[in-house]
């Protein structure tokens, strides 16, 4: 604080009158992947200002990966980071206060070059698959239990599966080495942009599955704690992503200025990714959502044992924010 401004400070607390016009805007600081997706929104978000109309200062700290984020966050060294449910559930099962308000409902999609002969998942036996995100990734299971319950189809048994990080998997599949590749969904949209077809995406499986509309895969994740003790800068935050939500569906000229963000190599790349993204903003209550993560995490927990839920057969209670307002 300046000296003009402590003098004002002092008078006013003579006065007996609290100095509220220096209280500082609460901040919060969110850890993001360096180059990830999440970083469309938050700097459009600045761009236009929307964290200061709803009160808080957005202040993003980048990381490498997700696992460093996650440390980070664990650490305390950021207040928020983007994960998904399924993590947020886990660590609660084991103690920790975190907890989930969504973010996107895109996903994964499995996609095969646009003259492939492969139309169902029962075609893809004995194919080269690609896979992003591990054995134990979400859509992954979920693709793969789809395809036992409708066609009778083992996956990994009847298949040749490729597990490598998204970049590699994409080039790839753009060289003719794979006959089909699961990848994160701006990846997919890259291959869609440049004549790829979907085959099925994460969401498809898992509404025929069970689930009645899209589930957000990621969200913000923070903890009750710090909601308590900084609920000004959690409403604020949420209010701004609302708002955010909202400029991004409707405005191209947002996106406009995303564009040196988005890398897109070509106009038909930007638009699909444009339009995919604006796909993926929820639009569902958080009732809704809760009662198909619900469904879908005890379908998971069977697929996937503890090592992918830990020791929580259920969804740990709270892993959904309970303060959020049905905002989207």
């Known amino acids: 604080m300046g000296l003009f401004k402590a003098a004002i400070a002092a008078a006013l607390i003579v006065c007996g ?16 992947l360096k180059y990830g997706t999440v970083n469309w929104e938050l700097d459009a978000m600045k761009r236009a200002g929307l964290d200061e109309k709803n009160g808080v200062s957005v202040d993003t700290v980048p990381f490498a990966g997700d696992s460093a984020s996650e440390v980070a966050f664990q650490a305390g060294a950021v207040d928020m980071i983007v994960s998904d449910w399924l993590w947020v559930s886990r660590q609660r099962a084991t103690g920790a206060d975190y907890t989930f308000v969504p973010y996107s409902t895109s996903v994964g999609s499995v996609m095969v070059p646009a003259d492939s002969p492969v139309k169902t998942l029962a075609d893809l036996k004995g194919k080269k698959i690609g896979v992003a995100g591990g054995p134990l990734d979400k859509n992954w299971l979920l693709i793969q239990a789809l395809a036992k319950k409708a066609y009778g189809v083992d996956l990994v048994a009847a298949n040749d599966i490729v597990y490598a990080a998204p970049p590699l998997l994409t080039e790839k599949a753009r060289s003719g080495e794979l006959d089909a590749v699961l990848n994160y969904w701006h990846y997919a949209a890259r291959l869609e942009a440049a004549g790829f077809r979907t085959l099925i ?70 638009e699909t990714l444009k339009k995919r993204y604006r796909e993926g903003i929820p639009v569902r209550s958080n009732a809704e959502e809760l009662k198909d993560v619900t469904k879908l995490y005890k379908l998971l927990a069977d697929i996937g044992g503890a090592k992918l839920v830990g020791p929580a057969p259920e969804l740990s209670a709270g892993t959904y924010y309970s303060g959020a307002e049905d905002s989207h």
């Open 17 to 32: 009158m609290a100095p509220a016009a220096f209280a500082e805007t609460p901040t919060v600081k969110i850890g993001v």
């Open 201 to 270: 995406s994460g969401t498809d499986a898992a509404m025929k599955m069970g689930t009645s509309g899209p589930v957000a895969s990621i969200g913000w994740v923070f903890r009750d704690s710090f909601a308590k003790t900084h609920p000004d800068a959690i409403e604020g935050f949420l209010a701004a992503d609302k708002a955010t939500d909202a400029l991004l569906a409707t405005s191209d000229d947002a996106w406009t200025k995303l564009q040196p963000l988005m890398h897109a190599e070509d106009a038909a790349t930007f």
